[in-house]
């Protein structure tokens, strides 16, 4: 009896990533970093897919916290900022549950995040090995065209931009975009005074990965 019992519980809290699948959040995480930043970026990465993947995403996206059961009410969750990232064991397998039952975690560092993350990214999946993801995926071909593969939206310290992933049957389940800064380039022109072209790439970046998450 005990047995079946966690399983109708598992299932109860999985459900709800496939009956609410026009709604995107942003991940609170404890640490503090501020996992706040870019406020006007997903708001205006939303807009964007609405116009041209033809998408019907709320206006407005939710704020979510890591170890909250909530998060299965999303098929998309955000994660960003540019210091510390602490998940407890709790949080972990809280995240681990979401990703492989069809959930999607992207990451963008700010600036900052990445030597904290690496070491909390264990802790969800400490049996898989975070890999880098080549240019000839299909997050990088399908809507929109990227042959080099991740694009470089800001330059902090000269170096390559890089996508990495963790992959749950095949399916990718968690992006982490590095040294590319796409949220900054979400943002609303005012904000960083990108070109035109730069803030295009961006959200041209961010609607395949918005689109890779709503189709696997």
Known sequence: MKKITITLLFITLITPIFSSAQEIAT???NG?????????ALPNL??????????????????VEVGSSSIFQYPFIHMTGHGNVFFSKSDAQNLQDYLISGGFLHIDDNYG???YLRKELVKIFPDKELKEIGKNHEIFKDKFIFKEGLPKIHEHNSKRPQAFGFFHEGRLVLLFTYESDLGDGWEDPSVHNDPK?????ALKMGANIINYAFKH
């Open 113 to 115: 995040m990445e030597p």
């Open 32 to 40: 503090g970093g501020d996992w706040y930043s870019n406020p006007t």
């Open 27 to 29: 991940l609170k995480y």
């Open 46 to 63: 939303i807009s964007y897919c609405n116009t041209n993947l033809n998408t019907t995403i709320k206006e407005k996206p939710q704020v």
């Open 197 to 201: 072209e730069i803030r295009k790439k």
